[in-house]
């Protein structure tokens, strides 16, 4: 470690590599066919999952498999600032982005014509909601039964002027010093290296890459074993 490296302090005074405390839950909807919470420190997300079900109107429904559709919201109240409730480009973005990182661990193909819904609501948010949203989600698919291979983890690496930092909060994702403000949201297979989302949203060097990789698998095992930890609290009750 460099001695500058020393210094730097995340606004969070939190470690370079220290991620927030996570927490997650499963079966916190009942009325769901499956769902779950999963923080980030103050972020907060809710899944729930509805299916698989008769896919309407019959025009959309696919006979060679099931269909993966997610709703991605910010709720109104989940912000201080006002936000205007309903979907907009960056909830429709950000849906969109959780269905590809959640779809090649589901296993589909035998509920022809049908919809698995699931929704995901942010009732708090301090950055890092669509991996939050990820998270809760995967645990909530696996808690509704929806056949998978393996559980999707998600988190976003960020830079602190020049170095990498993990789950970063909104102070930290808005810092403007050095090279400027960059996320990097990423999901991954549980326990293998198959990514199923890398976003950039900033600047990084591609030499990087490599080092974000790395960082990435090292929080997605802690993140894989609070996930497995509510899925055991749930089957054991
Ligand atoms: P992510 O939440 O995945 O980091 P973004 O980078 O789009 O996604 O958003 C960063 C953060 O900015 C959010 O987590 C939230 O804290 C805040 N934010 C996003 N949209 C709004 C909004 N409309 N009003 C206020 N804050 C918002």
Sequence with gaps: MTKETKELKRPSGRGL???????????????????????FGNTIAIAAVYGPRQLHPQHMQDPST?????????????????????PNRRSQEISKMTEFALLPVLDIKDF???????????????????????????????HAGIPMKNLICSVAL????????????????????????TDFPLAKIANSDQFTLIQLDGKIQPERVKEIIDLANKACEKIYEVQKKALKEVIEQ
Aim: glycine share 10%; proline share 4%; hydrophobic share 40%.
């Design 17 to 39: 590599t220290e991620m927030r405390q996570m927490k997650a839950k499963v079966g916190v909807v009942p009325n769901a066919d499956g769902s779950a919470m999963f923080t």
């Design 66 to 86: 099931g269909i993966l559709r997610v709703n991605y919201d910010l709720l109104s109240f989940s912000v201080s600032e006002r936000k205007k409730p309903g």
């Design 158 to 181: 960020g830079k602190l002027d020049k170095e990498l930092i993990i789950d970063l909060d909104k102070d930290e994702e808005d810092f403007e010093g050095g090279e400027g403000p």
């Design 112 to 142: 022809p014509n049908t919809v698995i819904d699931v929704q995901i609501y942010i009732i708090q948010a301090d950055a890092g909601t669509r991996t939050a949203g990820i998270n809760a989600a995967s645990l909530a698919l696996a």
